[in-house]
């Protein structure tokens, strides 16, 4: 345990210090980190949290996408979900510190954190609605914006999807509409057909009983 928490400290050291010398090596450690940060013990877990903070907060822009691959892959279903709920931190950090970079990697991201939404973890669950709601934030399309939390609302709460639709159907759209605002909105117009269908369906087996 020593070691790695020595490894990790000196991780954070190297990131807050020269930064701009080492990000290409610090980033590529990320997910180790990431893995770390479901260590069964907390001094190693605790220092996974910092070195990963020191990391994303100190690296540039260009490295954005590269991480937001590492993240997908320490929030799947089988890593502790620790080191889930950092990898969704990290995305929501980027809400903050790159923008620019998380808009254009919306159509990856949304699909990867929407499930996590509905995880039966809360730690996991909460983590990725706040990484969600700051996706929703870099959107850029002001004729959407309004309606971030029924998107939100959408995903946890399916029955309330024709509802959704409705209002969303009634939305005047005037901004030429962006893949960061389309991948928001597709997954919405997804579930609303699934549940039309559904429905559908259910009217004919009910119509032939």
Not at 59 to 81: L, P, T, W
Not at 106 to 112: C, F, H, R
Not at 171 to 180: H, Y
Request: with cysteine; glycine share 6%.
């Amino acid at each position: 345990m020593a070691e790695v928490v020595e490894t990790l400290n000196a991780v954070t050291t190297l990131a807050k210090g020269d930064m701009k010398r080492a990000e290409a090596v610090l980033c590529t450690l990320l997910p180790l980190i990431l893995t770390q940060a479901g260590n069964k013990q907390k001094p190693c877990r605790e220092a996974a949290v910092v070195a990963c903070n020191a990391i994303v907060d100190g690296m540039g822009s260009n490295c954005v996408r590269e991480v937001i691959h590492y993240c997908f892959g320490a929030m799947d279903i089988k890593q502790n979900f620790q080191s889930r709920v950092l990898a969704l931190n990290v995305i929501s950090k980027f809400g903050d510190t790159a923008a620019d970079q998380l808009g254009t990697a919306l159509p990856e991201v949304v699909p990867e954190v929407t499930p996590c939404m509905t995880d039966v973890k809360k730690d996991v669950a909460n983590a990725a609605i706040a990484a969600m709601s700051a996706s929703c934030d870099v959107i850029g399309n002001r004729d959407i914006e309004h309606m971030t939390s029924n998107i939100l609302r959408s995903i946890t709460h399916p029955k309330e999807v024709p509802e959704i639709m409705h209002a969303l159907a009634g939305v005047t759209f005037v901004q030429s509409v962006q893949s960061p605002a389309l991948a928001m909105v597709t997954p919405l117009l997804v579930r609303g057909l699934k549940r039309s269908e559904e429905r559908r369906v259910g009217k004919e087996c009910r119509s032939r009983w």
